[in-house]
């Protein structure tokens, strides 16, 4: 089973930038982060794949910017933060061709005003 390693979030303040990165325990074609609020359903924040194809949830574009410096690693940066950006945050992780995902174990960030 693959195995997600997140790291980054915490504390931020509006306007301000903080950054994500997580690592895979494997190669995989998209990889990205979802987000949780509370009382929310989970919610997709951006994916990349290794072929270069992007997906933002219209609330983030313009703002955070997901990138893939190799097939085991996603990095988000979110930049511009604010009060509604605070979620937890997933990694995800699977391949193309098939419905099997993988998730980290989340990371919290919260943005203050």
Same mark, same amino acid.
């Given at each position: /089973?693959?195995? #997600? *390693?997140?790291?980054?979030?915490?504390? +931020?303040? %509006?306007?301000?930038?903080?950054?994500?990165?997580?690592?895979?325990?494997?190669?995989?074609?998209?990889?990205?982060?979802?987000?949780?609020?509370?009382?929310? /359903?989970?919610? #997709? *924040?951006?994916?990349?794949?290794?072929? +270069?194809? %992007?997906?933002?949830?219209?609330?983030?574009?313009?703002?955070?910017?997901?990138?893939?410096?190799?097939?085991?690693?996603?990095?988000?940066?979110?930049?511009?933060?604010?009060?509604?950006?605070?979620?937890?945050?997933?990694?995800?992780?699977?391949?193309?061709?098939?419905?099997?995902?993988?998730?980290?174990?989340?990371?919290?960030?919260?943005?203050?005003?």
């Amino acid at each position: /089973q693959a195995q #997600l *390693v997140e790291s980054g979030g915490g504390l +931020g303040q %509006t306007g301000r930038s903080l950054n994500l990165s997580c690592t895979a325990h494997g190669v995989f074609d998209i990889m990205g982060w979802y987000r949780q609020a509370p009382g929310n /359903q989970r919610e #997709l *924040v951006a994916t990349k794949s290794v072929y +270069g194809s %992007t997906d933002y949830a219209e609330s983030v574009k313009g703002r955070f910017i997901v990138s893939r410096p190799d097939a085991k690693t996603v990095h988000l940066q979110m930049n511009s933060l604010t009060v509604d950006d605070t979620a937890v945050y997933f990694c995800n992780a699977h391949q193309i061709a098939s419905t099997l995902e993988y998730w980290g174990q989340g990371t919290q960030v919260t943005v203050s005003s």
